[in-house]
């Protein structure tokens, strides 16, 4: 697979796999795709088979699940069962712009909001989250570094009504994009365009910008969803100590 | 200070919490899709947090300590609801219970921020962000599926069914009803009762599910005055297995 450098932006998980740029996000999709991800709308939609024997385990909630199959079968799914993807962007303190931090499953906006919040900010500190259908990311091309992606993009028709973008910057291979920009234009490649001239001279290996419109944002009063987040340090593995435990056990079997 | 009517309160919110927190978090690593078990996971989490703080004041008061408390009580001396307490069954019922319950935790810490009882108003002031994230997944999900397919229309339909009797087992009034609300520690049940109606009837509107009359809907009550069904003394058994074989072991 190698980057596209066909000077167009295009959308993010709009393209074959095969024009799919590498970056981190690319491989997770690609490769959680491939999982058993069990998507369209949970357990509701699987089709019960009641005569099968339950599942033998030492795990009490095992032996208690309804009964849907049976070791070694597989119940048949429809192909591509699955629900689509949306971007996440975190910001993890107030005042610092916010950066991708991965993808989740969802069937809508509304709920990848909700699920974001668990699965990318249930640790450490967050001051705000919001939400992007993969498919509303528009991507400029790639550059290997010698040069700015702010380069190779070619101007084209866009005539849609002057809205607001939110443009981001990737700086590093392997790292995040981060917001850079806001800036009012008639479409995606203009708002790159438009805010090109601010980042002269720097070297830029990525370009996203989504309309403002299409982000679902944290609202003004659901600041507060992390509002005890600093204190939950259990949820930190180092928080238990494990090794000093470990040691300390070890230390008196010996003795 | 009206000791009584307040540890008995405290306790009521508290073993709700607990209950339906340890319930919840038997879908962890079963959860229906990757997201949605982290974000249940996280929330059953909150729920013990919230319990653990309510046993602490408890303790402040006189009372054992939470561990002790959380662990060591028999069925009988439980004061949680018997709607808590129910096996979780399939998904669509997890999530309507979810739904009205934590409808009605929020809107009683909410009630209780105004609370005469600075400790609770505190606590109650405190987790406001954790209550608005569970009551946003809860109508979010509830919105979502209550008019997705008709399989899934028709399966929360019949958990809310089964659930509603359960549920109005919930507002089973406290024997300090009356000290409680003159003193301005609480606003009593009733109170509670006729917003958490008003919520559920506005956010199961927006869906194709059908709420019965309520006048029609028979409270299953007792909870509250330790008369359980037979499935918290198998959940309390379970929770407490590993705590049991060396209560003074260090964590």
Redo the contacts between chains.
Sequence with gaps: MSPSFNNQPFVLGDKEPTTFPVHSFGFFKKNVKNFAFQSVAIRLYLNRQPDLPHVNSIDPRISRLPKTGQPGQVLPKKPMDQFGTFEVFVQPKEGRPFQHEGVVHAPDIEMAYVLAKEAFTRRFTCSSLYVADTRSVFVSPFTEGDQTAYDLLQDRNESGPAEQYEIYHLLKRGKQHIHAASVRASGPVHAMLTSKDNFAGKIILNIWAIRTADIRMTKPDEKDLWQTLPEKKFRDASDYKGGDKLKEFLDRARS | MHESAIKELLYKIADDQLILGHRNS?WTG?G?????D??FS??A?DKI?QSNALYSILEQLGEPAPDAVAFMRSASRFHNCIFVEL??????FSLIRHFLYDTAIAIRFEMLTSSSFQKIAELSA?????L??HT??AN??IR??GS??P??VR?LQTSLDYALPYALGMFEPSPFEAELIEKGLFAGETALQRQWQKKVEDVLSQTQLVLPDWTEVQPVTGGRYGKHSEHLQALLD?MSEVFRIDPSA??
């Design positions: 038997e079963l229906p899709l990757l997201e949605e982290i974000a996280s929330m989490q947090g096996p979780n069954g399939e998904y669509d405190k987790i406001r962000g954790e608005k994230y946003l997944h979010t999900w979502q599926l997705a397919t399989e899934s399966r379970e260090e964590w």
